[in-house]
C-alpha cells in the first residue's frame, strides 16, 4: 500500500509523464489490482497490461488516464526483447517522456537480468524500491545490495516505528536462558586452555592464565564487536564448541 501510495501521488503531482508500479508476476494477480484499484480516488485510473503490446500502446499514450500503470518486471523486460523495426522507434517515443518507476517487492526480482534490461531500455528514468527485507552486505545477490541497485535509503519506517504509532501490535519480551553465561564462559575456557577440569586448568601455570582470561567479562565479552577500526574481536559466543 504504501508503494503503491507513492506511485499514486507522483501521478497526481504531474512531474511525471508515466508512472508505472512494476512488481513481480506472481504478486501480480487479479486481486491485487483490484486491491490497487480500490486505493486509487474515484476519478483516478490504474491501468492494467494484458500484454507487452497493450503496455507498450499505454506508454505511448498521451491520455491523462494512461498516467498510472501497473504491470509486471517481465511485461517491461520484454519490450528490449521486441526492439526492432517500429518498436524501436516506439522506445525511441517513450524516453521522451518524464518516467518514474515504483518497483515493489525490490528485493526479489530486481536482482536479475530483467532489471538491468529495463535500465539500459530507459536510460533516463527515475526508480524507487520497496522493500520489507532489504538485501544487505551480508547477504547480497551475485555481489549486489538493494542500495547498488537503488541508491541510498531514502526512508525507514521500523517495526518500532510501527509500535509506537500504533499499527503494530506492541512486544512483551522475556528471556529464557539455555545455558548461564558462566557455565558458557566456563566450557570455552577449559576448551581454550586445553583442559578437562577446572582443577586441571588451575594447576598449570600456563593453562591456568588462558582459563582466567576466557573466564574475565573484561577481557573476553559475551559477544563479538567491532572497533572504530572495523576490526572484529571474538567474544564468547564466537568460540562456543558445536557440540
Same mark, same amino acid.
Given at each position: 500500500m504504501t508503494s503503491f501510495k507513492s506511485a499514486q501521488l507522483i501521478a497526481g503531482s504531474k512531474d511525471a509523464n508515466k508512472v508505472i508500479f512494476l512488481m513481480d508476476r506472481i504478486e501480480l494477480g487479479t486481486q491485487s489490482l483490484k486491491e490497487y484499484r480500490a486505493f486509487a480516488d474515484e476519478n483516478e485510473a490504474v491501468q492494467a497490461t494484458e500484454n507487452t503490446d497493450v503496455l507498450i500502446t499505454k506508454l505511448k499514450s498521451t491520455d491523462p488516464a494512461d498516467t498510472l500503470i501497473v504491470t509486471s518486471i517481465q511485461k517491461m523486460s520484454n519490450i528490449k $526483447?521486441?526492439? =526492432? %523495426?517500429?518498436n524501436a522507434s516506439d522506445i525511441e517515443r517513450i524516453n521522451e517522456k518524464r518516467i518514474v518507476f515504483i518497483v515493489d517487492e525490490a528485493h526479489r526480482s530486481t536482482f536479475g537480468e530483467m532489471l538491468i534490461t529495463i535500465k539500459t531500455t530507459f536510460p533516463r528514468? @527515475? !526508480?524507487? %524500491?520497496?522493500?520489507?527485507?532489504? /538485501?544487505? *552486505?551480508?547477504? &547480497?545477490?551475485?555481489?549486489?545490495? #538493494?542500495? #547498488?541497485? !537503488?541508491?541510498?535509503?531514502?526512508?525507514?519506517?521500523? /517495526?518500532? =516505528?510501527? @509500535?509506537r504509532d500504533k499499527n503494530v501490535l506492541g512486544? $512483551?519480551?522475556?528471556? @529464557?536462558? #539455555? !545455558?548461564?553465561?558462566? $557455565?558458557?564462559?566456563?566450557?570455552? +575456557?577449559?576448551?581454550?586452555?586445553?583442559?578437562? #577440569?577446572?582443577? +586441571? +586448568? /588451575? =594447576? *598449570?601455570?600456563?593453562?591456568?592464565?588462558i582459563f582466567y582470561k576466557y573466564m574475565d567479562a573484561s &577481557?573476553? %565479552?559475551?559477544?563479538?564487536? !567491532? $572497533?572504530?577500526? %572495523?576490526?572484529?574481536?571474538k567474544g564468547i559466543e564466537d568460540y562456543i564448541p558445536k557440540n
Open positions: $526483447d521486441e526492439a =526492432d %523495426g517500429l528514468a @527515475v !526508480f524507487f %524500491g520497496f522493500t520489507g527485507t532489504p /538485501i544487505q *552486505d551480508e547477504n &547480497q545477490k551475485k555481489k549486489n545490495t #538493494t542500495t #547498488t541497485v !537503488f541508491g541510498s535509503e531514502l526512508h525507514r519506517y521500523s /517495526i518500532a =516505528d510501527g @509500535v512486544f $512483551d519480551p522475556y528471556k @529464557v536462558l #539455555t !545455558f548461564k553465561d558462566k $557455565d558458557v564462559r566456563k566450557v570455552v +575456557a577449559l576448551e581454550k586452555a586445553k583442559a578437562q #577440569t577446572v582443577e +586441571a +586448568a /588451575i =594447576d *598449570d601455570p600456563e593453562k591456568s592464565k &577481557q573476553v %565479552g559475551m559477544a563479538g564487536h !567491532f $572497533d572504530h577500526l %572495523g576490526n572484529y574481536t
